[in-house]
């Protein structure tokens, strides 16, 4: 089953299309721009056509983008190439077959845009590891925390941060409430478990609402990783917001990101958003390292028998589609719950449950996908 997407496979197409005159293909040649897409297939965008241009050339734009599957209807606006903004001439051009897409705008043409941070590599934490979601309430803060303290039991040192910055759980799950101490202007992280934690909940009251644009969100994130003494690490957890959003740019912005784990349950509405996220690390190349579903059965305590609440198969069928592996299915025990409001990631609540078995699992899978750095 092909994942791409309509933006991608367009992109394709006009990239098979070459200009006679400079011989260099349209998406190459900064020819096409402004591909704009909607969900019932209509489709919008820029062609920037000199006078000394073959003017069939559109109309072989226009008979590929329809030609491209899911496509419905086309809009071309020709404009001349002296109306391009003059920053695309400093853009490279996206490479063929990398999936990525031209920028989506209306009519006016792009105003200038300041360059992506470089990322800084920071030995010092090891590798590495985002785990993230497409939405909320699907377990992902419980799925980072045991699967640090798993890391932790087996002998590793491991880091664990809270990029959730509009809802740091991290304090209360780990057990940690006080705020770090400050030593020589380097915050120390508080450690539970094994594990070093740091997150925005230990700095700020309980009720203090977050209430930040992108630029602060990226300052707490790049603070978090420069500024805290993490000392020498093996893994680096960092437990993302759900969505595609800020935190999660910040991060791949601020620094090089080993793996990203992508949690999920198994309803289709959870799967459809969990796509969207893995898609997104891909997109800047950050290796996915699979699926985790959550949720995905209550064991009945009594019987032991399980029933799918939240339907079957959702992780499956998403690691199908983006050819990774299922790391783990995780049923829903109260415990984990209960536990986690306690402080006590269930790996240390229980560790002899099904739940903690999984987790666990799941971390040693990580662990084979990403090992360790070698130790100093």
């Given at each position: 089953?092909?994942?791409?997407?309509?933006?991608?496979?367009?992109?394709?197409?006009?990239?098979?299309i070459?200009?006679?005159r400079?011989?260099?293909?349209?998406?190459?040649?900064?020819?096409?721009?402004?591909?704009?897409?909607?969900?019932d297939?209509?489709?919008?965008?820029?062609?920037?056509?000199?006078?000394?241009?073959?003017?069939?050339?559109?109309r072989?734009?226009?008979?590929?983008?329809?030609?491209?599957?899911?496509?419905?209807?086309?809009?071309?606006?020709?404009?001349?190439?002296?109306?391009?903004?003059?920053?695309s001439s400093?853009?490279?051009?996206?490479?063929?077959g990398?999936?990525?897409?031209?920028p989506?705008?209306?009519?006016?043409?792009?105003?200038?845009?300041?360059?992506?941070?470089?990322?800084?590599?920071y030995p010092e934490?090891?590798r590495?590891l985002?785990?993230?979601?497409?939405?909320?309430?699907?377990?992902?803060?419980?799925?980072?925390?045991?699967?640090?303290?798993?890391?932790a039991q087996?002998?590793?040192?491991?880091?664990?941060?809270d990029?959730?910055?509009?809802g740091?759980?991290?304090?209360r799950?780990m057990?940690v409430?006080?705020?770090?101490p400050?030593?020589?202007?380097?915050?120390?992280?508080?450690?539970?478990h094994?594990?070093?934690?740091?997150?925005?909940?230990?700095?700020?009251?309980?009720?203090?609402p977050?209430?930040?644009?992108?630029p602060?969100?990226?300052?707490?994130?790049?603070?978090?990783l420069?500024?805290?003494?993490?000392g020498?690490?093996?893994?680096?957890?960092?437990d993302?917001?759900?969505?595609?959003?800020?935190?999660?740019?910040?991060l791949?912005?601020?620094?090089h990101v080993?793996?990203?784990?992508?949690?999920?349950?198994?309803?289709?509405?959870?799967?459809?958003?969990?796509?969207r996220?893995?898609?997104?690390?891909?997109?800047?190349?950050v290796?996915?390292?699979?699926?985790?579903?959550?949720?995905?059965w209550?064991?009945?305590?009594?019987?032991?028998?399980?029933?799918?609440?939240?339907?079957?198969?959702?992780g499956?069928?998403?690691?199908?589609?983006?050819?990774?592996?299922?790391?783990?299915?995780?049923?829903?025990?109260p415990r984990?719950?209960e536990a986690?409001?306690?402080?006590?990631?269930?790996?240390?609540?229980?560790?002899?449950?099904s739940?903690?078995?999984?987790?666990?699992?799941v971390?040693?899978?990580v662990r084979?996908?990403?090992?360790?750095?070698?130790?100093?």
């Amino acid at each position: 089953m092909s994942t791409t997407t309509l933006q991608e496979r367009i992109h394709h197409a006009l990239g098979s299309i070459r200009n006679a005159r400079t011989g260099e293909d349209l998406v190459a040649g900064e020819m096409v721009r402004d591909i704009a897409t909607t969900t019932d297939g209509r489709v919008r965008l820029t062609l920037f056509l000199a006078a000394e241009d073959d003017a069939t050339l559109a109309r072989e734009v226009r008979h590929a983008v329809e030609a491209v599957p899911g496509v419905r209807d086309v809009r071309i606006d020709v404009k001349d190439p002296a109306e391009r903004p003059r920053a695309s001439s400093a853009r490279q051009a996206p490479a063929a077959g990398t999936g990525r897409t031209l920028p989506v705008m209306d009519d006016r043409p792009a105003a200038p845009r300041p360059s992506a941070p470089t990322p800084v590599a920071y030995p010092e934490l090891g590798r590495i590891l985002a785990v993230s979601s497409g939405k909320g309430g699907v377990g992902k803060s419980t799925v980072a925390t045991n699967l640090a303290v798993a890391l932790a039991q087996g002998g590793a040192r491991v880091g664990l941060m809270d990029a959730d910055i509009y809802g740091p759980n991290l304090p209360r799950m780990m057990g940690v409430h006080e705020p770090p101490p400050v030593i020589d202007q380097k915050i120390i992280p508080l450690e539970a478990h094994g594990v070093k934690v740091i997150s925005l909940g230990n700095l700020i009251e309980r009720d203090q609402p977050a209430i930040w644009r992108g630029p602060i969100v990226m300052k707490i994130i790049g603070q978090f990783l420069r500024d805290v003494q993490w000392g020498q690490l093996d893994y680096f957890v960092v437990d993302m917001p759900p969505g595609t959003g800020d935190a999660q740019l910040s991060l791949v912005q601020s620094t090089h990101v080993h793996g990203a784990i992508i949690v999920t349950t198994p309803q289709e509405v959870s799967v459809g958003d969990a796509l969207r996220g893995a898609k997104m690390f891909q997109r800047v190349g950050v290796p996915v390292l699979g699926i985790v579903e959550n949720m995905s059965w209550f064991e009945c305590p009594h019987c032991g028998k399980p029933s799918a609440l939240f339907g079957s198969g959702g992780g499956e069928r998403l690691a199908k589609e983006l050819d990774l592996p299922l790391l783990g299915q995780i049923p829903l025990y109260p415990r984990v719950l209960e536990a986690g409001d306690q402080g006590q990631p269930i790996v240390v609540a229980e560790p002899a449950s099904s739940a903690s078995r999984a987790l666990v699992s799941v971390a040693d899978r990580v662990r084979e996908q990403l090992p360790a750095a070698i130790r100093r």
